[in-house]
Antibody, heavy 120, light 108 residues
């Protein structure tokens, strides 16, 4: 069965860095676009970034552009999010999600999420 | 960016009720509209994609309709496990992907 397992979250100071990972199993990872979506405590869903199946197409939300980098390793069935220059407003549960549509925009499987807390 | 507005923001209903949640886009998005259900402490779950297509494994009491700017999610007969928060999301003009603010469905 399809499984997505995020890791790497934690407490970090403003201006710090963190790298999230998402381990995928149960499907051919290299066939799918993947995305990161976040949810601040008690708030709604915010799309962060997506990456095409080959990694050749990448987009970011304006709120993270220039600070976050999405990448993938198809040989390791893994998705990553490098987060630099973190701010308090980046505090959220970060989900990785598989795309149903090959456009990066419809998410049929989600991980359980990993919490990132940015605080001094 | 396309703004998605859901109404109501919260809703109280009883088991067995028919419930409708509305989502409006700030511009036409054709049928590029998805619906998700999220329970507390859990990841969202895809219910409906392309406005009216039921995701595999989702009960048939869930249905979606609409096109252009106005969309609805209908639950024909509420079950206890349906009490959750529901989000719409446009997949027409991206990036960015945008979500509605959510509709919290509570037990009356």
């Amino acid at each position: 069965q399809v499984q997505l397992v995020e890791s790497g979250g934690g407490l970090v100071k403003p201006g710090g860095s963190l790298r999230l990972s998402c381990a995928a199993s149960g499907f051919t990872f290299s066939d799918y676009y993947m995305s990161w979506i976040r949810q601040a405590p008690g708030k709604g869903l915010e799309w962060v970034s997506y990456i095409s199946s080959s990694g050749s197409t990448i987009y970011y939300a304006d709120s993270v552009k220039g600070r976050f980098t999405i990448s993938r390793d198809n040989a390791k069935n893994s998705l990553y999010l490098q987060m630099n220059s973190l701010r308090a407003e980046d505090t959220a549960v970060y989900y990785c999600a598989r795309d149903l549509s090959a456009t990066g925009t419809t998410y049929d499987y989600w991980g359980q999420g990993t919490l990132v807390t940015v605080s001094s | 960016d396309i703004q998605m507005t859901q109404s109501p923001s919260s809703l109280s209903a009883s088991v067995g009720d028919r419930v409708t949640i509305t989502c409006r886009a700030s511009q036409s998005i054709s049928s590029y509209l998805n619906w998700y259900q999220q329970k507390p402490g859990k990841a969202p779950k895809l219910l409906i994609y392309a406005a009216s297509s039921l995701q595999s494994g989702v009960p048939s009491r869930f249905s979606g309709s609409g096109s252009g700017t106005d969309f609805t999610l209908t639950i024909s007969s509420l079950q206890p496990e349906d009490f959750a928060t529901y989000y719409c999301q446009q997949s027409y003009s991206t990036p960015p992907v945008t979500f509605g603010q959510g509709t919290r469905l509570e037990i009356k």
